[in-house]
């Protein structure tokens, strides 16, 4: 007679260690995560094409944790997401830099990896942050990218860096002040202000409106000591450094391209075309951060404000001059 506490015979205990879900969870778990990972590499991708992070960025990204979605990323899909390079030019620096097609980005040699970086930086150097600071501070960025509500969370929790309010002809939109937000003028008075050489900067954005940066309460701020704030475009920024080439130009970027998108349509401001031909102007815009000085995410508005105002608290370069 069988001993009551002696299990079935043909009872089958579960293997130590096996899996407590079923196969089929696993699998459409797996599929899951694989559709997601594909999906942030064609966003990584989409960026550095759109040129919102550098190449270099991306590679620096992969280098630094190789099972990062960036890590992931093909050697081949990598170097076809860059500017001008299809796929007959990728095949001949591939075979250059003596790099596998089959390898992935965060699974490179440390030569490998050399060769890369020195090879991104001939083509598409970035420009070095410079040690000294100038207490003329240029904000710049796409269209939508947030200049304009970084810039007033700067001036609503920083009172002592002089924020410079623009002229512009564009009409006000919903909550504009004039005089707080713009100096709304018509076209007559814009055309004064430039002939009589009150603007330090001046331009037409997207074909339309023009805009400029009144000189005098500049000029009164920094006689003060005060750090002032140019909260302006491309353009605007790039006069800015011919004019004062101390002054410090930083450049705020969106987390992605497809986030500067989504801001641009959930602003609701410009109909289909305007909003197209705003995108096209932004990708131009976006290929000029090299000019700048420093680069900061707009990822979240106090950070971003926190970060810029960091900059601009900096002790100022030291005079050049004996």
Known sequence: MADSQTPDAGARRPAVGSPT????????????????????????????????????????????????????????????????????????????????????????????????????????????????????????????????????????????????????TRPPRPGEIDGQHYFFVDD????????????????????KYRYGTPRRPIEEALAAGRTVLLEIDLQGARQVRAAEPSATLVFLLPPSWDELVQRLIGRGTEGDEERARRLRTAKSELAAQHEFDFRVVNDDVAAAAREVVELVQAPPRPSSRA
């Open 188 to 207: 007559a008075e814009f055309d004064r202000l430039i002939d009589s050489g009150e603007l330090l900067e001046h331009a037409t954005v997207h074909n």
């Open 21 to 168: 879900r079923p196969p089929e969870v696993d699998r459409v778990e797996a599929s899951r995560r694989a559709v997601a990972a594909r999906r942030a590499r064609a966003s990584l991708k989409k960026d550095v094409a759109m040129r919102v992070i550098t190449p270099q960025e991306l590679a620096r990204r992969a280098f630094a944790d190789p099972t990062s979605p960036a890590g992931t990323m093909r050697v081949t899909e990598y170097l076809t997401s860059l500017p001008a390079i299809g796929e007959g030019k990728r095949n001949r620096i591939l075979e250059e830099l003596q790099i596998s097609p089959v390898k992935r980005l965060g699974g490179l040699g440390a030569r490998q990896r050399r060769v890369l970086s020195s090879f991104l930086d001939a083509r598409w150097p970035e420009r070095a942050s410079r040690s000294g600071r100038s207490r003329l501070v240029v904000l710049a960025g796409p269209t939508a990218v947030g200049k304009g509500t970084v810039a007033a969370h700067i001036h609503e929790h920083h009172p002592e860096i002089h924020l410079s309010v623009s002229a512009t």
